[in-house]
């Protein structure tokens, strides 16, 4: 399964914590803590493809995370924020 690299953006207790995808422009996700960022990730993940799709359009392949890094565009918010892996598309319950 392909994962897509998010950085996550946690600015303190006191705010909520946002999340985006260096090769999803514009697709972000957030929540008012971590873990609620990460959980609502594959549904801005859905919602993205589906107006990638209603445009004829598909996702672009992920980079992988030595990729991005050497993007000088997306290095600089790799080595300030936390990164995690978004799997797409998400498991579903028939595989299990």
């Known amino acids: 399964m392909p994962h897509y690299i998010a950085i996550i953006e946690d600015v303190g207790p006191d705010d909520a914590v946002g999340l985006w995808f260096p090769d999803l422009p514009g697709c972000i ?51 300030k924020h936390t990164v995690a892996l978004i799997e797409w598309p998400p498991p579903t319950d028939d595989a299990e």
């Open 29 to 79: 996700s957030g929540g008012d803590d971590v873990d609620e960022a990460l959980e609502n990730a594959p549904d801005a993940l859905e919602f993205y493809a589906q107006e990638l799709a209603e445009d004829g359009r598909q996702l672009p392949v992920p980079r992988t995370l030595d990729e991005l890094k050497a993007d000088p565009a997306v290095a600089d918010d790799l080595r």
